[in-house]
T-cell receptor, first 110, second 112 residues
Framework: DAKTTQPPSMDCAEGRAANLPCNHS???????VYWYRQIHSQGPQYIIH???NNETNEMASLIITEDRKSSTLILPHATLRDTAVYYC???????????FGKGTKLSVIP | NAGVTQTPKFQVLKTGQSMTLQCAQD?????MSWYRQDPGMGLRLIHY???????DQGEVPNGYNVSRSTTEDFPLRLLSAAPSQTSVYFC???????????FGSGTRLTVV
């Protein structure tokens, strides 16, 4: 599975949109981009995933560039409960292993 | 709907003891996995299963055994606990195909 690169930390004001970038320049055609988050000492939580089209669900939006080399997770109205470590993971169809890097620690500031 | 249930939540073992970490899911998911998370590190895959009766090793399998006799349960056995196995253990499950994994709340294990 392709390696992903994320900034180690970001701040976001409460109520504003949080835009979390992820670089996956070596991603192959059958690899999906998954986003998970881990709130302190809890189990990771699945957020969203996509292949090449932009995706939206009740938690977030995922924007994938046309060349698929990078993506952005958007939390439209960040709250204090969104403070967490966010992981971007590239995983191929049929793969069973989620490879977690260090992720981005998002701090939502009141 | 309980999701993924892990027991116990906390455990202290002495070096050399054995124990089983329990994981159960009620979503009829085919895929189940065990991960460990050490301080300041990402999660690492220990073992996984793609269905009842089928298991395979992940990135860090040494010192652990698994079995999958039913779709619902995927226990992780520590054969002879070592201090290096002090960690937080997460179980996860997913439907077959390209779907997200649901994680349990974790078992915090300390080996002294």
């Amino acid at each position: 599975d392709a390696k992903t690169t994320q900034p180690p930390s970001m701040d976001c004001a409460e109520g504003r949109a949080a835009n979390l970038p992820c670089n996956h320049s070596t991603i192959s055609g059958n690899e999906y981009v998954y986003w998970y988050r881990q709130i302190h000492s809890q189990g990771p939580q699945y957020i969203i995933h996509g292949l090449k089209n932009n995706e939206t669900n009740e938690m977030a939006s995922l924007i994938i560039t046309e060349d698929r080399k990078s993506s952005t997770l958007i939390l439209p109205h960040a709250t204090l409960r969104d403070t967490a470590v966010y992981y971007c993971i590239a995983m191929g169809a049929g793969s069973y292993q989620l490879t977690f890097g260090k992720g981005t620690k998002l701090s939502v500031i009141p | 709907n309980a999701g993924v249930t892990q027991t116990p939540k906390f455990q202290v073992l002495k070096t050399g003891q054995s124990m089983t970490l329990q994981c159960a899911q009620d979503m009829n998911h085919e895929y189940m996995s065990w991960y460990r998370q050490d301080p300041g590190m990402g999660l690492r895959l220990i073992h996984y299963s793609v269905g009842a009766g089928i298991t395979d090793q992940g990135e860090v399998p040494n010192g652990y055994n698994v079995s999958r006799s039913t779709t619902e349960d995927f226990p992780l056995r520590l054969l002879s606990a070592a201090p290096s196995q002090t960690s937080v253990y997460f179980c996860a499950s997913s439907r077959q195909g390209n779907y997200g994994y649901t994680f349990g709340s974790g078992t915090r294990l300390t080996v002294v």
